[in-house]
């Protein structure tokens, strides 16, 4: 392999050998331990097919040839790093410190392992941190630290305070958050919940109504939906932590992407009552053995899927239930700012989701609107809210079809006293329908709106001041359920309004 440096330099060539002869013997064998297997591994530095960490079910070759003069250096620095961090965190710098030398900073690199802690305040100032990312910047410091604890070269204990002082790159790691990219609308995650519902009353029909792709597919949404977990937390779940009562279902799950892993402490939380029978049912198919899991993922884990595959499942499921592909990390960030829009407090939502800092939980707060901001959205009001939302898959009809639809097929009702009627056909029919007329239409996939903006602003203008005397009478409590259904009602008749407009527009 080529060596990467620009400038070869046999007396830093001579420097980095010295420092390697240096070294005390390696480990031959450097264990770590397998969460998701729950298993201790090994890795074996002589033997190329055995140098590599299995993650989440998925093989991550080392490759320390990869950092050519500096290989046995790294090797120290990399079993230094097993024993103290989660293996995905080694993983992440590991390909950060090689990105270090094949392309932003391949001379300062090698620098580092050689030059004393004063000079290097001066090597990272001017040669590293004008040109590599945070991430990067984040794993040579790692490094650094390494060799202050291991005394390599001319690092000592002392010079993690040194360490410590350099400065990395400035990154907002909440960006989307801030843009509002990835908060899933109110009337889709009406559409989710209300999914969610049906696969129950299905269930309650028949179990065998539901196929062990849909149960899965669905008690995965759950998770997601209600309690922001990830697709590690959630593929990490196993039998053994669901537990049944008469009235109850409890699960418990880890908590991930800690550096430390002392840190990876338990939590126990309790399923939506009217959901619970979804996972009763799931336990029931795996332990029967009625569903397997996925080739290569261990019997004692619940989903039997690796996280890619807990990715998956959810994109695709959201994809056809909404139009548009929501990943977990999506659902993640809708549920904190529900929470937050909800008025929980900081400790609340941190202990939500799973943080060690209430810092984290600022951002959603930055982001939650004021009570004038919050009635607007309500009302399908405010401008901000109404160019975020998107239209999704509504079915439209004409004033004719209409008319030619039998009589209980044609909606029409009078929610909270306000008469509504002629606004659009249920595929389904009133009379077998489980939800609220008119309030529940909007965001059903049964609906097939009247393609007439002008019938649907009716119902907007119907409904707004019902939505002001929930808001004055429960001073804006955004947990009610009745004020929660109002606002996600008219959001979707706003967004279907827009897009009748839109298709007449020439």
Avoid at 464 to 476: K, L, Q, Y
Wanted: proline fraction near 6%; include cysteine; charge should be neutral.
């Amino acid at each position: 392999m080529k060596a990467p440096l620009k400038r070869r330099s046999l007396q830093l060539l001579d420097e980095i050998a010295a420092i390697t002869r240096s070294l005390p013997p390696l480990p031959s064998v450097v264990r770590y331990h397998d969460d998701f297997a729950d298993e201790t591994r090994s890795i074996r530095w002589d033997d190329e097919e055995t140098a590599v960490l299995l993650l989440d079910g998925t093989l991550y070759r080392l490759a320390t040839n990869r950092f050519t003069f500096a290989e046995a250096i790294m090797r120290h620095v990399i079993a230094d790093w097993l024993a103290r961090l989660d293996p995905h965190t080694v993983k992440i710098y590991i390909e950060a410190a090689f990105k270090a030398v094949r392309d932003e900073c391949p001379d300062a690199f090698f620098e580092l392992f050689i030059c004393s802690p004063q000079s290097c305040r001066t090597i990272w100032t001017l040669t590293i941190q004008p040109v590599v990312s945070a991430k990067v910047s984040f794993a040579l410091r790692a490094i650094l630290h390494s060799l202050c604890r291991l005394n390599i070269g001319q690092w000592t204990q002392p010079g993690t305070s040194i360490v410590r002082s350099l400065t990395s790159p400035k990154v907002d790691r909440y960006r989307v958050v801030r843009a509002g990219d990835c908060f899933m609308p109110l009337d889709q995650q009406a559409i989710i919940v209300a999914h969610i519902d049906d696969m129950c009353q299905m269930l309650a029909a028949d179990p065998e109504m539901l196929d062990n792709d849909i149960l899965l597919d669905v008690c995965l949404l759950v998770l997601s939906f209600q309690y922001a977990l990830r697709p590690g937390q959630l593929a990490r779940i196993e039998l053994a932590d669901l537990r049944v009562y008469s009235f109850a279902v409890h699960f418990a799950f880890t908590i991930i992407k800690q550096q430390d892993q002392s840190k990876r402490i338990r939590e126990t939380r309790k399923i939506k009552r009217e959901w619970g029978p979804l996972f009763v049912e799931l336990a029931k198919r795996r332990q029967s053995g009625a569903l397997l899991p996925e080739e290569g993922v261990s019997p004692r884990l619940l989903f039997g899927l690796t996280p890619p595959g807990v990715r998956t499942a959810i994109k695709e499921l959201t994809e056809h239930l909404t139009g548009e592909p929501w990943t977990p990390t999506d659902i993640r960030h809708t549920a904190a700012q529900r929470m937050a829009d909800a008025g929980v407090s900081r400790a609340v939502l941190t202990q939500f989701l799973g943080q060690t800092s209430d810092r984290i939980a600022d951002v959603y707060y930055d982001q939650s609107p004021s009570q004038a901001e919050q009635i607007n959205k309500a009302l399908a009001l405010s401008p901000i809210f109404s160019a975020v939302a998107k239209v999704g898959t509504t079915k439209t009809i004409d004033i004719d079809m209409l008319r030619g639809l039998p009589e209980e097929k044609q909606i029409g009702g009078v929610p909270h006293g306000v008469p509504i009627g002629g606004i659009g056909g249920c595929q389904l029919g009133q009379n077998l329908c489980m939800r609220n007329p008119v309030i529940g239409c909007y965001t059903c996939p049964d609906f097939m709106a009247l393609n007439d903006p002008e019938i649907h602003e009716e119902v907007l203008d119907g409904l707004r001041p019902v939505v002001n005397e929930f808001a004055a009478a429960s001073r804006n409590n955004q947990m009610s359920p009745a004020y929660g259904q109002l606002r996600a009602t008219l959001t979707a008749v706003q967004r279907l309004v827009d897009e009748l407009r839109n298709e007449g527009e020439p």
